[in-house]
């Protein structure tokens, strides 16, 4: 099963790695990491709701929320109208482990390829522990949050050049 899950992390990671490469040929420049005080007030819209998890969030209004469903892995992207380079992508998939066996050294012995910087360990408001990190390098960044909750693992990632979307996000997810 160890096995199974090092597998789909890797898988989670090559679709992120495609859909970075997408956005970053839309020929955006890009941008500082916006933080998520200074975005805060951007969020409002629209709400998704992921029922698997019971999950649901706001996202701004401008962007659209979808749901990509396979057989290991389920990928909700939020992505902007009017600029296909911002976005934010939720890989959502099940965890056999313990939440707090996930780590960063984890993440390096699962994946040893990923580049991993700035890494910061926290507790989101909703109260699960996570790991915020930016992966890769060069013009394919991205800020990741990763965390455990109830059996599954969400993978958050969006590209550095799309600014301070992720934290903002977090802040109205609901798991009810």
Do not use: C
């Not at 500082?32 to 999950?55: I, M, P, W």
């Not at 396979?70 to 482990?97: H, R, T």
């Not at 910087?117 to 992966?135: I, N, R, T, Y």
């Amino acid at each position: 099963m160890r096995h199974r899950t090092s597998t789909i992390i890797a898988v989670s990671l090559a679709v992120i790695l495609a859909v970075l490469v997408i956005w970053r040929m839309s020929g955006s420049d890009p941008r500082t990491f916006v933080s998520g005080d200074d975005a805060g007030a951007r969020v409002s819209a629209s709400t998704f709701s992921y029922e698997k998890t019971n999950l649901s969030f706001s996202y701004e209004k401008g962007y659209s929320a979808r749901l990509m469903e396979d057989q290991d892995v389920d990928i909700i992207v939020i992505q902007s109208k009017s600029d296909a380079s911002k976005g934010i992508q939720i890989s959502v998939l099940p965890f056999d482990g313990e939440p707090s066996e996930l780590s960063f050294q984890k993440i390096q012995a699962d994946i040893p390829d990923m580049v991993i910087g700035k890494p910061q360990a926290g507790v989101l408001p909703f109260g699960s522990d996570a790991l915020s990190f930016e992966a890769g390098d060069g013009s394919l960044k991205t800020r990741e949050v990763w965390f455990v909750r109830a059996g599954y693992l969400y993978q958050m990632s969006a590209p550095v050049s799309s600014g301070g979307l992720i934290e903002p996000l977090i802040g109205t997810m609901t798991f009810e």
